[in-house]
């Protein structure tokens, strides 16, 4: 029979994974076999610069928090996991996928964005989407663009008063 001190340790860990559920706006579970730990540490690093982290628990545990807050993937928890818990939606999600475009063995599972179940499509449309400075530089050349032709018909229309004088 496991002793209570395992029990209470087993119980820290589903309040720790509790608490990260919370706290992220985005979780993303991925199977990391096949990395290395440098590997792994480059991706902690990346994740780090964009306010998320990646931890590795054991699927039980994360099965407990999970069922906590009436999510269920249970499908999606075989084998080796990983988790990303990011404080923003969009970020960890671009760290992933572009990790995914440079290690093959990595496979993104599923997700939970703002609370609701999303698929692997899901994820990769979000992915998709250009950067908060990608989109700033999209309206900005939007609204560059409208103001270029004010002026180009506000110049053609001083020229023909200009010639009407």
């Known amino acids: ?41 480059n991706l902690r690093k990346e994740l780090r610069n964009n306010d998320s982290e990646v931890k590795i628990y054991k699927n039980t545990l994360l099965k407990r ?11 999606f928890l075989e084998g080796p996991n990983a988790v990303i818990f990011g404080k923003n939606v969009l970020e960890p999600i671009k760290v ?11 496979d993104i599972r599923t997700g939970v964005i703002e609370g609701e179940v999303v698929t692997v499509d899901t994820i990769k449309e ?19 663009e409208h103001v270029k032709n004010l002026s ?7 020229e023909k008063l200009g010639e009407e004088n």
Do not use: C, R, W
């Open 152 to 158: 180009i018909g506000l110049n053609l229309y001083a």
């Open 126 to 144: 979000y992915a998709a989407i250009p950067s908060m400075e990608g989109l700033l530089t999209m309206l900005a050349g939007g609204m560059i």
């Open 96 to 106: 992933i996928s572009n990790f995914k475009k440079e290690h093959d063995t990595v």
């Open 1 to 41: 029979m496991a002793s209570t001190k395992i029990i209470q340790e087993k119980q820290n860990i589903v309040d720790e994974i509790t608490k990260k559920l919370d706290d992220s706006k985005s979780i993303i579970l991925f199977s990391y076999d096949g990395l290395s730990v440098a590997d792994i540490a």
């Open 65 to 75: 928090a999970l069922d906590s807050k009436n999510i269920n993937i249970d499908s």
